[in-house]
């Protein structure tokens, strides 16, 4: 039965927390028991036309009493604060040996890299016993990246950085969860944290590509080239985002609709003023001659490996609710689909930012 | 306040010299600016600005002759005005150190 | 409820006074003459009358949410219909109903009467500022008809300012409007206490009631200000674009969330330190005893409302605050804590060796106690920084406030309202029904909200309408408790509209209380006091001093008399 | 009011006081020259907490600005260098001056007996706030032309120097808006001060609105090293 109470416990920061917790939880259980016990106590044996004795009242008594209970009160109250800040202020400090993951979050999924370059989306592959230090940005809005078996949180900021680090002392898959309200699918941004015995995380390692595939080719140049200087989420310049967009309708002046397919994407970057978006400004610079075929490719990978969920939506309209339950969609953790099996092993699939 | 035997010409000789110091400070921290000290422009630029406030509020808004209630008020203001400052600076420098 | 043959319903024959009391309700029956009113009783009437409608709008959205959460699939509400209604849920609640709800009603019915004033200071202000709210909350609720806000009711940039497609503009400048509703009345109430006391009310004769709202006052004032800058620095950068919070233009969130929680955390005493006042009240005239350690509550009041604005920082412990400011802030959220467990002790004390009775308004206030222990010491959780890391955002800090804000707050108010309705309305309701109310209330929002401390230390965020199926059992129960509690909230709604059209007459002490505010007609008249009220003591003079109360306690000489 | 009518007590007093006496003042149990001392105390009490209110106010937006400028000092000197010192200065002037006058006439109507220098007094300082608003117009003026509104063609490269300029425009508007207010309201003293002439004679709402205008004042003597001063020894 406790068990059902507590949340898995798999890291050391999880066992420090629930000793708090669990201190603090019998403390304020035996004063709640004391305040309802005395409440229920003196308002029964004091009950109006009670034969209960009701001694003549001393006068100072009140004075040594509030004086009592205000030292025993912050007495109690400094001792926690001692206990739970210098638990916190070791978890601050992260341990040399840890090894580095970068996490990026967006509306709505997780994507994290390993150090050796290895990309994972909504999905996280530690070693256990290693401390692991998560170097976090967003490309939207305040994200917090959540794993409640490691009692870790940490919220994940635009253009700033964020740290935290955990160490798993468990094998397992655990709930990734966000935590900072961030928009519509909020409630469907979940990953999972998969720990592994640290030979089994070296092959899963090995046998993941190094990065720099043409999605990540075409990621660079969407900077490097300025389309991101428009089309990246609050940019100065009112252009659409290309998040989510992918083989998807898109509605055009007019009230036309065009599909977000690859030939329609090429049209948009060489003759940018053919099909404009309904609702901006026909503003885009034409990009012929200054883009190669290769790289218009690149950039379309990019786009599409930016998929077809929904993404930054600020003029699109609202998303639709294309599913009921979590996950289900190719992105998305299957630990967060009710009743699917929970895999210990390596994921099967690769990276699924792959063009 | 004092009875009404005033003339207007005392109201004058008590507020005029007020304004006479305001526009010295003014014409002070204008010039101050131009000091090539960097750092101890923008000080002494903020602190002409407190001087002249103390002036305008002790002087003009009579806080000198005022209740003691109304001075607990004022400095209430600028009391939690601190707290917020203090408080939420407090993270903001601390941040730009770790950085 | 003792009924005598005196109209008045007095024992003292000095006090009689056998003029026929022109009520204030009495006095004008136009729609002008209350649109347009400067007493302090009808617009506290007008108050109670809007925030009730707030109080419904807003539980009705609650509703929608709790059975959208009843499974983990989203089978009632789509995830933008959802996210809208916790938005409304939120705003609506929080500055339509909570922050205006016992100050401005029974706040500006009772203080003038409490301390033998005619009406507060600025009487047209106090009218200003029910325009003021009802012109906020109209643009609020024209925002959700327009098509809602989803930024909860916290409004954190850059989702708000930049990304988020609904009318946050329109909701914010409602919000903005309501604040200045708060400043007015804060300002009001300062006034009015400093200067317009009767002849003999000395400071540490004020009832409680009188002290919790002076200090609520000054965080209106003090508080609200800030919430103010931080909603236009909001609209400015979404309409204008100007740069001020978004990163992408080199801007700080975090910053924004420093200026919101520096209004919103003393937002939480601004609702919760009236309702202390409010049970100050109750307990003590319930149990017939003088209130344990007045000067100990009166202090531990102006503590909470000063290091109030000391702790904000501690709904920030993840946002990436330094590790540095997070200790400092860590330390003083335990202070502050320090008198709310001094009140608790101080109301407990009280009962000992009283003459207890359990009429509604104590029931009420007993079950504020324990809701409000609960609150706090889960408080004392959300302090801890390791602790806060893990239920930050989850459903444990929702239970958390919603213990604080709605299981004390909103008893309190219950309590505070069925106590003076007689003296309000001149009629009584029907106290068996007000006790199951009130019974029925406290175990709907423990069955609603308990559930959810587990549910969040299991790890399930807040503001998800679908969630991991292992987190089902405990959202079912609480969405059981929502129902109940529905129905306890809507009773009062039935029962106390009965009585004022089939209540019988109240009597004008019905509780044999001792405030000034017992010491005239039910309902008052206009000018409050027929004469002019003398103080001669302190208050809850139930008894003597140094002697228990002993049944059918012969009345004391009252806090004052009128001349 | 009815309570007027219950509560007619005879009380000594002077009928040009009982005029001005408000309710709930009206009401208290003193003579008529008491009770409007104490309404008269009440009125700059109230003031004082709202001023109070108006000092959390603009400090959050000074809070808002130093955070800013801590974060992005360069930025912030470039920018604060592009300000028109000039009119900065020239509306500090005006401003401090017409909290000279509002000064004297508020201490003039205190005394009750110079009706005609309150009068003058008041229309210089609403004069005054108008020239204020004048000089910012020209400077706004010369601020669109410079392309210092934030956006897309602002003028100066460094991306902070944005924020710099959102706070300016925000704050000088608003600041703006709080003189207009106070324009309104010694404009109304005025007309109704020439409309009866004991209407200003230690009348509290002279007081009330002379205590606005210099907080209005005081925000601006902040404003000033903030807005036209950083940068200017670079």
Redesign the interface.
Known sequence: MFGR???ESASL?AV??DR??IG?TIA?AL??AL??G??LF???R????SK?N??????NV??E??IG??AA??FL??F??W???S???G??SVPPNAIEIHVVAK?WMWKTQASNGAREINELHVPVDRPVKLIMTSQ???H?F?V??F?????V????Q?EAWFQATKTGTF?L????????????MLGRVIVMEPEAYARWLSVQPEGDDLAHQGERLFSERGCAGCH??????HAPSLAGIWERPVPLEGGRFATADAAYIRDSILQPGRDVVAGYAPVMPSYAGLLDDGEIQAITAYIRALGSEPG????LG?PE?RS???GGVRERSTA?V?GAPVLDQPAPAGPAVRP | MSTGHETPSDLWRRNLPVWVALMALLALSAWAAYWPFGRIDTAVGFAVAGVKAALVALVFMQLRHASGLVRVVAACGLFWAAILFTLTLADVLSRMVNR | MSTTASPTGLADPDELDLRLPVSYLADGHSVRSWLLTTDHKRIAILYAVTITLFFFIGGAAATLVRLELATPEADVLRADTYNKLFTLHGVVMVWFFLIPSIPNTLGNFLVPLMIGARDVAYPKLNLISWYLNVGGGSLAVAALLLGGVDTGWTFYVPYSTVFSNTWVSLTVLGVFTTGFSSIATGVNFIATIHLLRAPGMTWFRLPLFVWAMYTTSLMFVLATPVLAVTLLLVVAERTFGLPIFDPARGGDPVLFQHLFWFYSHPAVYIMVLPAMGVVSELITCFSRRKVFGYTFMVYALVAIAVIGFFTWGHHMFTSGMSPYAALVFSFLSFVVAVPSAIKVFNWTGTLYRGQVGFESPILYALGFVGLFTLGGLTGLFLASIPIDVHVQDTYFVVAHFHYIMVGASVSAYFGGLHFWWPKITGRTYPETWARFAAILMFFGFNLTFFPQFIAGYLGMPRRYHVYPPEFQIWNVLSSAGAAVLAVAYLMPLGYLTWSLLFGERATNNPWDATGLEWRTSSPPPRQNFFGSPRVQGGPYNYHPEGVAPIHDQPRLPSQGSLT | MSSADVEARPREGHPDIEARLREPWSDLETDHATAFARQRAGATFGIWIFLASEVLFFGALFLTYTAARLANQEAFAAAGRETNIVYGTLNTAILLTSSLTMAVASQAAEKGLFRRLTLGCLAATAALGLAFLVVKGFEYREDIEKHLVPGAHFALAQAPAQIFFAFYWLVTVVHAIHLSIGIGLVTRLIAKGRRDPDFLKENPQVEVTALYWHLVDLVWVFLYPMLYLPGRSG
């Open positions: 109470l507590m949340p920061q420090l927390t708090i917790l603090l304020s004063i709640l305040v309802v005395l409440l003196f308002s029964i004091f009950r109006r036309g209960a009701r001694h003549p009242l001393p006068e009140s004075r009493f509030e209970w205000t009160t912050i109250f400094v926690v604060f206990w739970a800040a638990a916190e202020i978890a601050y509306q939207d809005v305040i917090s959540f409640p078996a009692r870790l949180k940490r919220d900021l635009p253009d700033q964020t709930h969860l966000c935590t900072e309200y961030c928009g519509t699918d909020h409630a469907r990246a989420p609050g940019s100065a310049v930054v939506v600020r003029s609202t609710v009921n339950v979590p967060m009710p």
